[in-house]
């Protein structure tokens, strides 16, 4: 069982914002960097954001700086990602996942849909 457990996506139209939380169980979390990678429909894993373990760097997809933003909060054992000025082509399964670059265990998903 994978300690990820991915929330918060929905249906937006194209220019709104959603909040990605993943909460972590278990202490792996603490001693890993994170990052979030989603899968359009009919496509590949594709890395979208990466943070080290105290959250002092970050890396981003092109496509997706200036609108995400990840960080994390050790404390409550999670990982968040804020997704501003969605666009249709974001629409996919977001995943959090160990590593900076992805490649670890990851959650089960959140989809996110934006259509108008």
């Known amino acids: 069982e994978v300690p990820l457990v991915e929330s918060g996506g929905g249906l937006v139209q194209p220019g709104k914002s959603l909040n990605l939380s993943c909460a972590a169980s278990g202490a792996a979390f603490v001693y890993n960097p994170m990052s979030w990678v989603r899968q359009a429909p009919g496509k590949g894993l594709e890395w979208v954001s990466g943070i080290d373990i105290n959250g002092m760097t970050t890396d981003y997809l092109d496509a997706v700086k200036g609108r995400f933003t990840i960080s994390r909060d050790n404390a409550k054992n999670t990982l968040y990602l804020r997704l501003n000025s969605l666009k249709a082509e974001d629409t996919a399964m977001y995943y959090c996942?160990?590593?900076?670059?992805?490649?670890?265990?990851r959650g089960q998903g959140t989809q996110v849909t934006v259509s108008s």
């Open positions: 996942a160990f590593g900076f670059r992805g490649g670890g265990a």
